[in-house]
């Protein structure tokens, strides 16, 4: 009989998104077996369950995939997982809370590529607001086009005390200084759009955030992105499937959640085929989602 490519799929909530679990089948996992309200404390035992009931030339045939609604306990389980391997025994890890980091991998690559063909801009020195910035896209999104060169803004649509904490834990985390900024009504988001070129959009599904007189009045503002696909948009009159459109009299470029969708599906599907063609254990989170969204994205 063949070995059989296994996947754990462990998350701190109530559920494993049935998102997850069907891109992990479908791109060839034998069996996807789902572990919820797990905790960190028992993240050592389920990883060394799963590394020693298989010799450890099985290792690469073996794989636990961290979920959830939370980037930094995502993080923190997968740091915890890699402690809890006994060599020659290994296991591959993919972090993918909410599938933030491959969502927020695909924004940021699709806002590079625009900038480059049609701006002939990268993301170094882009000045970027994130409005849903403590939401796991939002957060993950931050972190990688700071780490691309970008000058970014947290956004707090309730105050300036969240994204506050959530800058901090980014510094703590990855040693990178991002900005923070009150935009809990009208007019201080449009003192905020007034000073950006970019914007990423990642507010919880539904809710609009921006309006087109916000828009037209932000004549900075070189391309906005918004990652929610239910109606009302993120950014008022953004198509769904724009792809560096303009949407405003002064040229401000459109990217919408299906054109950032499609490379998300493509990143997160590839990154789960490359665990299962790696010839060793390999590890994926964020910047691994990046890197793929890019090659991806041409």
């Given at each position: 009989?063949?070995?059989?490519?296994?996947?754990?799929?462990?998350?701190?909530?109530?559920?494993?998104?049935?998102?997850?679990?069907?891109?992990?089948?479908?791109?060839?996992?034998?069996?996807?077996?789902?572990?919820?309200?797990?905790?960190?404390?028992?993240?050592?035992?389920?990883?060394?369950?799963?590394?020693?009931?298989?010799?450890?030339?099985?290792g690469v045939r073996t794989a636990m995939f961290f979920g959830g609604k939370n980037a930094n306990v995502a993080l923190d389980m997968m740091a915890r997982a890699k402690n809890a391997l006994v060599p020659p025994f290994?296991?591959?890890?993919?972090?993918?809370?909410?599938?933030?980091?491959?969502?927020?991998?695909?924004?940021?690559?699709?806002?590079?590529?625009?900038?480059?063909?049609?701006?002939?801009?990268?993301?170094?020195?882009?000045?970027?607001?994130?409005?849903?910035?403590?939401?796991?896209?939002?957060?993950?999104?931050?972190?990688?086009?700071?780490?691309?060169?970008?000058?970014?803004?947290?956004?707090?649509?309730?105050?300036?005390?969240?994204?506050?904490?959530?800058?901090?834990?980014?510094?703590r985390r990855f040693d990178v200084d991002v900005h923070a900024a009150d935009g809990s009504d009208d007019d201080k988001k449009s003192i905020i759009l007034a000073e950006?070129?970019?914007?990423?959009?990642?507010?919880?599904?539904?809710?609009?955030?921006?309006?087109?007189?916000?828009?037209?009045?932000?004549?900075?503002?070189?391309?906005?992105?918004?990652?929610?696909?239910?109606?009302?948009?993120?950014?008022?009159?953004?198509?769904?499937?724009?792809?560096?459109?303009?949407?405003?009299?002064?040229?401000?470029?459109?990217?919408?959640?299906?054109?950032?969708?499609?490379?998300?599906?493509?990143?997160?599907?590839?990154?789960?085929?490359?665990?299962?063609?790696?010839?060793?254990?390999?590890?994926?989170?964020?910047?691994?989602?990046?890197?793929?969204?890019?090659?991806?994205?041409?």
């Amino acid at each position: 009989m063949a070995d059989k490519n296994i996947i754990h799929m462990a998350t701190p909530t109530k559920h494993v998104s049935p998102f997850d679990v069907n891109m992990a089948l479908d791109a060839g996992y034998d069996a996807a077996l789902v572990y919820t309200n797990v905790t960190l404390e028992e993240v050592t035992s389920l990883v060394q369950d799963a590394i020693f009931s298989r010799p450890p030339k099985l290792g690469v045939r073996t794989a636990m995939f961290f979920g959830g609604k939370n980037a930094n306990v995502a993080l923190d389980m997968m740091a915890r997982a890699k402690n809890a391997l006994v060599p020659p025994f290994a296991i591959s890890f993919f972090a993918d809370p909410a599938g933030s980091f491959t969502t927020a991998a695909a924004m940021v690559a699709c806002v590079e590529k625009i900038l480059k063909d049609r701006k002939q801009r990268t993301l170094r020195d882009l000045k970027v607001a994130v409005f849903g910035a403590t939401g796991v896209v939002g957060f993950a999104s931050a972190v990688i086009a700071t780490m691309q060169g970008s000058d970014v803004t947290l956004v707090g649509y309730d105050g300036i005390k969240r994204v506050t904490d959530a800058a901090q834990e980014i510094k703590r985390r990855f040693d990178v200084d991002v900005h923070a900024a009150d935009g809990s009504d009208d007019d201080k988001k449009s003192i905020i759009l007034a000073e950006s070129e970019a914007v990423f959009c990642a507010g919880r599904a539904g809710v609009a955030i921006l309006s087109n007189a916000q828009l037209a009045g932000a004549k900075r503002l070189t391309i906005v992105a918004d990652v929610n696909a239910v109606p009302p948009p993120g950014i008022e009159g953004l198509d769904v499937q724009a792809n560096g459109q303009e949407i405003t009299s002064h040229g401000t470029l459109g990217l919408g959640p299906l054109t950032i969708g499609n490379i998300k599906y493509k990143t997160e599907f590839g990154l789960f085929q490359r665990m299962i063609a790696a010839t060793k254990p390999v590890q994926f989170d964020f910047r691994d989602a990046f890197a793929l969204a890019r090659e991806i994205n041409g």
